[in-house]
């Protein structure tokens, strides 16, 4: 069974402060990849997705960067925070064929800049 | 603009009776259409979904109407229960299939 496993959980960070949260899916070959942000009250925006190691593709603009180190590893960062990147982050992995097609998300993390 | 739009923030039903969402769309180019479940502080769950070539998808209490020319699909959920008190997101994507657009979700609440 394939699992996927968002880090951290929480963050409070300050303005201009580094971010990086992590994704790791388990159990998937070779997985397409994306994150996602939703702000307090706001629609559910996708950021990136990638489709196989080392490339990522940008859907929204906000001043974050992606990378795919890894088959299994999604990571999403910037250098300096806004107050305008607070929110719920989810990483998702999608499962598609002839039958389905269903994105799986973790359990998000939530970011409070402050 | 918003491409998928969910015009209703929030329905509240009686147990037992047909819940209706709803949600409108903008890009022709979308063929495949999605309702996602979303309970607070959690992450969503994909309840259904349909191709654009389908009008109408059934699954247990719940059922799936597209309608491709007036660029709306709704979620129909009958004998509706107080555990299907959630946020529901619908969703969209086209045939590139790597950008699946949400619309900001409606909340249900299930009423006893």
């Known amino acids: 069974a394939q699992t996927i496993h968002q880090w951290p959980v929480a963050e409070i960070k300050a303005v201009g402060s580094p971010l990086s949260l992590g994704c790791t899916i388990k159990g998937k070959s070779s997985p397409n990849l994306y994150w996602y942000w939703q702000a307090t009250g706001g629609t559910l925006q996708q950021l990136f997705y990638s489709i196989t190691v080392g490339q990522v593709e940008s859907v929204v603009q906000l001043n974050l960067s992606a990378s795919r180190p890894k088959d299994d590893q999604f990571i999403l960062s910037t250098e300096k925070l806004l107050l305008s990147h607070s929110g719920f982050y989810l990483c998702?992995?999608?499962?598609?064929?002839?039958?389905?097609?269903?994105?799986?998300f973790g359990a998000g993390t939530r970011l409070s800049v402050l | 603009g918003q491409q998928v739009k969910q015009s209703s923030p929030s329905l509240t039903v009686q147990e037992g009776g047909i819940s209706i969402l709803n949600c409108d769309y903008e890009?022709?180019?979308?063929?495949?259409f999605a309702w996602y479940k979303k309970y607070p502080d959690n992450s969503p769950t994909l309840l259904i979904s349909v191709r654009s070539n389908v009008d109408k998808r059934e699954d247990g209490r719940l059922t799936v109407f597209l309608n491709k020319s007036g660029k709306h699909f709704s979620l129909h959920i009958t004998a509706s229960q107080p555990e299907d008190t959630a946020v529901y997101l619908c969703?969209?994507?086209?045939?590139?299939?790597?950008?699946?657009?949400f619309g900001k979700g409606t909340v249900l609440l299930v009423s006893p």
């Open positions: 969703a969209a994507h086209d045939s590139g299939y790597n950008k699946l657009t």
């Open positions: 890009n022709d180019m979308f063929d495949y």
């Open positions: 998702a992995w999608r499962d598609w064929g002839v039958s389905q097609n269903t994105l799986y």
